[in-house]
């Protein structure tokens, strides 16, 4: 028997058990294992390890696992308030600005008459106008990112406490 | 098993597709029952890897917690053509970089492999073969201990988990070729740790 028969054996034995080895190789390898002890005892050490492998479990404490699901559940119906929150917050945001865009004109003739009335420099009732449009929006992203850093410090508070 | 447990395996776990729909679209309602039932059916497989992977006990733990947190909040990135157990190694294993990055030490070479080794309750065995059988599972804990541990994670996830060898890929985020070339001096080394064990 040509000596590099068991190198070759012994990669096509581990090579079956990472990627599959082809028919003819399979053939091969059969053959050489019924007329080499070593290369055979080397196959079943294989096996043997992985079946050791396969077969090794671990002790999980119940109390983890229903640690885990009770703060998933606990988590999880904390997000879903606040996605309801945030919801309710989008919807009303997106009211504001379509009325703010429908009363847009309308607010500009009344700022520009107010201006005219008591003798403002353009520029003066022209930023009030601006100012007026633009104070719901800033107000809006000032509770949204209320919100957010709220969230975020629940969460941390969640996590720290169901440590 | 309970009905429950049967009705979560047999609806999630039939045709793969199937499978991952369901599961996706639970995860996008975050759905606590659904979550339960992941928990319960993953609980052993991903603490086990989560053990193997740190060596140690309560950091295992801690993490187990962290993934199925991570699983609820990032839920709604989880595709249903993916499986499910795929993405739970991948977020678990990034915790796992994550705490390692964090205290600056590397993934477990040793450590509490003790834990291992426990034969699970399957059946009726003789008190022989439990005899047999834990004492085979002390000497592959005590030998996976050894192991460095990218060839432990591989052969874990191959070989107890039965990941594809592109699912494992996708897992450690490493070419096809590494995975294959860990196992195989993964299997070597294991098995000349056994076969030393033995002597």
Redesign the interface.
């Known amino acids: 028997m040509s000596d590099d028969v068991h190198p070759r054996a012994e990669h096509l034995i ?2 079956a ?3 599959g080895i082809s028919p003819a190789e399979r053939e091969w390898l059969d053959a050489h294992l019924e007329s080499c002890a070593r290369c055979a005892e ?1 196959a079943a ?2 096996e ?14 119940p109390a ?2 229903s ?3 009770l ?3 606990l ?3 904390g ?2 308030e606040q996605e309801s929150r945030m919801r309710g917050l989008w919807v009303s945001c997106a009211l504001s600005w379509f009325l703010g865009a429908l009363s847009a004109p309308l607010l500009w003739r009344g700022f520009e008459w107010v201006g005219r009335r008591i003798a403002l420099p353009d520029l003066a009732w022209q930023t009030a106008f601006l100012f007026w449009w633009l104070v719901p929006g800033a107000a809006v992203g000032a509770v949204f990112a209320w919100q957010r850093a709220r969230g975020s410090s629940d969460n941390g508070h969640a ?1 720290t406490q ?2 | 098993m309970d009905a429950a447990v049967c009705w979560f395996v047999n609806s999630v776990t039939s045709p793969m597709e199937h499978e991952g729909q369901a599961i996706a679209r639970g995860l996008r309602r975050r759905d606590p029952d659904l979550l339960d039932r992941l928990i319960e059916h993953y609980q052993y497989r991903l603490f086990r890897y989560l053990l193997l992977l740190t060596g140690n006990k309560e950091t295992a733990e801690d993490l187990f917690q962290e993934t199925w947190m991570r699983v609820l909040e990032c839920g709604r990135q989880f595709d249903s053509r993916w499986k499910f157990g795929t993405w739970l190694f991948t977020i678990a294993r990034n915790l796992v970089i994550d705490v390692r990055r964090r205290r600056h030490a590397p993934l477990a070479d040793a450590g509490d492999t003790e834990a291992l080794g426990e034969v699970p309750a399957t059946g009726e065995p003789s008190a022989f073969d439990l005899l047999a059988r834990r004492e085979a599972g002390a000497r592959v804990a005590a030998a996976l201990a050894r192991l460095p541990a990218t060839y432990r994670e591989v052969l874990v996830l191959r070989f107890q988990e039965d990941l594809a060898l592109e699912e494992i890929a996708a897992v450690v985020d490493a070419p096809l070729s590494t995975v294959k070339s860990r196992l195989y001096r993964g299997l070597d080394t294991l098995r000349q740790l056994l076969e030393g064990g033995r002597a």
């Not at chain 1, 390890?49 to 404490?61: C, E, G, K, Y």
């Open positions: 581990t090579a058990r990472v990627e080397r050490a294989l043997r390890a992985l079946a050791s492998l396969r077969s090794l479990s671990i002790p999980l404490d983890l696992v640690a885990t699901q703060r998933v559940r988590r999880a119906q997000l879903q996590a169901s440590r």
